[in-house]
């Protein structure tokens, strides 16, 4: 899906790197951010066709940006892939609660993660007419 969007959220350099990689070969544009305040704003000023988000943030927890995000009118349906370090079942929970679309544990498939993401943005089937 060329020109699709998508917001990186990750403190981990290595890791957003090798996601931004990955998915700038599949036709994404990218844009990654370090810190959840900062993507924050980006996120709902100029929302992306998918936000890939990490728990564990050094301002904040991804899960408060992602409550932020359903909290609002215009970010309610974003997608959201969570990829993270927190491997209790009760994590996955807690976020699949909150609304993640998809939750991913370090370390991960990248190819299952960007099968996901692929899945996620497919477009609605249209109806037969």
């Given at each position: 899906?060329p020109?699709?969007r998508?917001?990186?959220?990750?403190?981990?350099?290595?890791?957003?790197?090798?996601?931004?990689?990955?998915?700038?070969?599949?036709?994404?544009?990218?844009?990654s951010?370090?810190?959840?305040?900062?993507?924050?704003?980006?996120?709902?000023?100029?929302?992306?066709d998918?936000?890939?988000?990490?728990?564990?943030?050094?301002?904040?927890?991804g899960?408060?940006?992602?409550?932020?995000?359903r909290?609002?009118?215009?970010?309610?349906?974003?997608?959201?892939?969570?990829?993270t370090?927190?491997?209790?079942?009760?994590?996955?929970?807690?976020?699949?609660d909150?609304?993640?679309?998809?939750?991913?544990?370090?370390?991960?498939?990248?190819?299952?993660?960007?099968?996901?993401?692929?899945?996620?943005?497919?477009?609605?089937?249209?109806p037969?007419?």
């Amino acid at each position: 899906m060329p020109g699709r969007r998508i917001a990186i959220v990750e403190d981990d350099n290595a890791i957003s790197l090798l996601l931004r990689y990955n998915l700038e070969m599949a036709g994404y544009t990218v844009e990654s951010f370090e810190n959840g305040a900062v993507a924050q704003d980006h996120v709902l000023d100029d929302p992306p066709d998918l936000l890939l988000l990490d728990w564990v943030l050094p301002d904040r927890s991804g899960l408060e940006l992602l409550r932020e995000v359903r909290r609002r009118a215009h970010t309610r349906a974003l997608p959201v892939v969570m990829v993270t370090a927190r491997s209790d079942r009760s994590d996955s929970e807690r976020a699949l609660d909150h609304g993640v679309d998809a939750y991913f544990t370090k370390p991960f498939s990248v190819a299952a993660v960007l099968k996901a993401i692929e899945s996620l943005l497919k477009p609605a089937a249209q109806p037969a007419r």
